[in-house]
């Protein structure tokens, strides 16, 4: 996967994710409620929206719908890629999270002041459990394409491989404030904004 791995090179080479990818996934947990919920006691109705979410509330973070407008990833002997996106949906509901991705909004991704661009066309989602200041992420499904085009070639690659590098996995921990929050796990950096839409 040559052309892929060139734009994506130093974050496929960050070990703690390279690790991470090659262990078989954690399993769910299916059978214990998601700690974070804000009412432990399922309801027939949506949860609270967004107001619910303001710092220090740790039933409430993350929890909703999010605009994702960036994300970091520190590689091989501190070098860093930077991803600038402008529609990728994120939403954190009852202890599951989903990204979606639009290939018509590229993701601007820098890395050693080199910048590309890579199509993303699909989703991934995962699960989470505990407290703000300590999560823990499980990398779920993924579905859709990534493209990348170089010297007039586009080659196209399964979503399993960009859910590799960006999906939230392992031990994390969240922040949220007024209309914004931020999930790191391991290398991994995201930040977002409240979708109001």
Request: charged letters at 20%.
């Amino acid at each position: 996967m040559p052309i892929l791995r060139r734009p994506l090179a130093l974050l496929l080479a960050v070990p703690a994710l390279v690790a991470g990818c090659s262990a078989a996934p954690a399993t769910p947990p299916a059978s214990t409620p998601p700690a974070i919920s804000a009412n432990p006691t399922p309801v027939s109705t949506d949860p609270a929206p967004g107001p619910t979410i303001t710092d220090g509330q740790a039933e409430g973070c993350p929890f909703g719908d999010y605009k994702a407008t960036g994300f970091t990833v520190t590689g091989v002997n501190g070098a860093t890629g930077k991803g600038t996106v402008t529609d990728v949906e994120v939403t954190f509901h009852n202890g599951l999270y989903t990204f979606e991705f639009d290939e018509d909004h590229p993701i601007t991704l820098t890395i050693d002041k080199r910048t590309e661009q890579v199509r993303i066309d699909g989703d991934f989602e995962g699960a989470y459990t505990g407290q703000p200041d300590a999560l823990m992420f499980t990398r779920g499904n993924a579905t859709g394409t990534a493209k990348v085009k170089r010297n007039g070639k586009t080659q196209s690659y399964p979503m399993r491989e960009v859910a590799a590098i960006l999906a939230p996995r392992g031990k994390g921990s969240a922040v949220c404030a007024a209309g914004t929050a931020t999930i790191r796990t391991g290398t991994l950096t995201w930040e977002f904004v409240r979708d109001l839409d």
